[in-house]
């Protein structure tokens, strides 16, 4: 999974969510919050979708640490050396 700061993102969106759709996500980090870009299947019914959106407003959330950071920062460079 790549790893990314908003800045970054913006100046390669196109091909981060190319990558996305091809299902390879990337984490977005901005002022110690995460965002994850990826692809999403819509689904049958949009009641489906409003209850999904709902869960995820619902669900609980955790403080991103500059450990976690460094921590996915860490995995996101070891599966991109990986991918070479």
């Keep these: 999974m790549k790893t990314c700061t908003v800045s970054q993102a913006k100046n390669n969106l196109g091909k981060l969510a190319?990558?996305?759709?091809?299902?390879?996500?990337?984490?977005?980090?901005?002022?110690?919050?995460?965002?994850?870009?990826?692809?999403?299947?819509?689904?049958?019914?949009?009641?489906?979708?409003?209850?999904?959106?709902?869960?995820?407003?619902?669900?609980?959330?955790?403080?991103v640490t500059p450990k976690l950071l460094n921590r996915i920062w860490q995995r996101g460079k070891s599966l991109s050396k990986k991918a070479k």
């Design 18 to 63: 190319d990558a996305a759709i091809k299902g390879e996500p990337t984490v977005i980090v901005r002022g110690g919050k995460l965002v994850i870009l990826q692809a999403y299947n819509l689904p049958q019914h949009q009641d489906e979708f409003d209850a999904l959106i709902q869960a995820g407003k619902d669900s609980p959330h955790h403080a």
